[in-house]
């Protein structure tokens, strides 16, 4: 089966240019599987990198790398809670990025 699809946002238009921008930025920083994990992980609430590391399977200089890849886009909150710092998802910045991608992949 072959899909087409169209692509709209292939226009010198600067809005759709920075919808690109922002989808690629997007799809390289979910594109790794531990970052998907973390995503997974996020989805029950808030948790520090201690809490993190132990369900993935990385380490914690892994991943504090990969939360940091993923907050740099927008997709994490973080809250200091002592001397923890807690990562959350930010629910808006991810409903952004899918009406960005619906707007790119239509």
Not at 3 to 10: H, L, P
Not at 14 to 39: C, G, M, P, V
Not at 85 to 103: H, S, T
């Amino acid at each position: 089966m072959i899909f087409i699809m169209n692509f709209k946002c292939c226009s010198k238009n600067s809005s759709e240019a920075e919808n690109i921008t922002k989808t690629y930025a997007f799809l390289r920083a979910i594109s790794d599987q531990n970052r998907l994990k973390i995503l997974c992980v996020l989805q029950s609430g808030s948790k520090c990198v201690c809490e993190i590391v132990p369900l993935i399977g990385i380490s914690d200089k892994l991943a504090s790398h990969h939360l940091k890849q993923l907050k740099d886009i927008g997709l994490l909150i973080e809250s200091r809670e002592g001397k923890f710092m807690r990562y959350g998802l930010d629910k808006k910045a991810i409903k952004e990025y899918k009406k960005i991608f619906n707007q790119v992949i239509k």
